[in-house]
C-alpha cells in the first residue's frame, strides 16, 4: 500500500513508469504534420523546378540579348573606323592634289 501512496504523490498521468506522459493526440498530431509536410516539400520541389526553369529561360535571355549588344557594337565600331579611315584619306588626296596644283602654278 505504500507503493500505492507513493504513486498518488508522484502521479504524473503516466501509466508505464517511464517519465513522460501518454499523450497519443500529441504524437498523432506530430505524425499528420510530417505528411502535411512531405506534400509541400513536394510543390516546393515542383515550384522550385519551376522557377529554375523560369531563371534559366532569363539566363539564356540576357546572354542572347548582351551578343547581340556586343556584336552590333562591333559593327558600329567598324563603321566609325571605316568612317575615319576614309574622311583621313580623302582629306590626304585633297591636300596632296592642293599642293601639286600649288606648286604646279607656282613653277
Not at 50 to 70: D, F, M, Q, R, T
Not at 77 to 102: A, E, K
Amino acid at each position: 500500500m505504500e507503493d500505492d501512496n507513493e504513486d498518488d504523490e508522484n502521479d504524473d498521468g503516466d501509466d508505464d513508469d517511464d517519465g513522460d506522459d501518454d499523450d497519443d493526440d500529441d504524437d498523432d498530431d506530430d505524425d499528420d504534420d510530417d505528411d502535411d509536410d512531405d506534400d509541400d516539400d513536394d510543390d516546393d520541389v515542383c515550384s522550385n523546378s519551376y522557377y529554375l526553369n523560369n531563371k534559366i529561360h532569363v539566363v539564356v535571355i540576357v546572354l542572347v540579348v548582351e551578343v547581340v549588344v556586343v556584336v552590333v557594337v562591333v559593327a558600329v565600331g567598324l563603321v566609325v573606323v571605316v568612317v575615319v579611315v576614309v574622311v583621313v584619306v580623302v582629306v590626304v588626296v585633297v591636300v596632296v592634289v592642293v599642293v601639286v596644283v600649288t606648286l604646279k602654278v607656282i613653277y
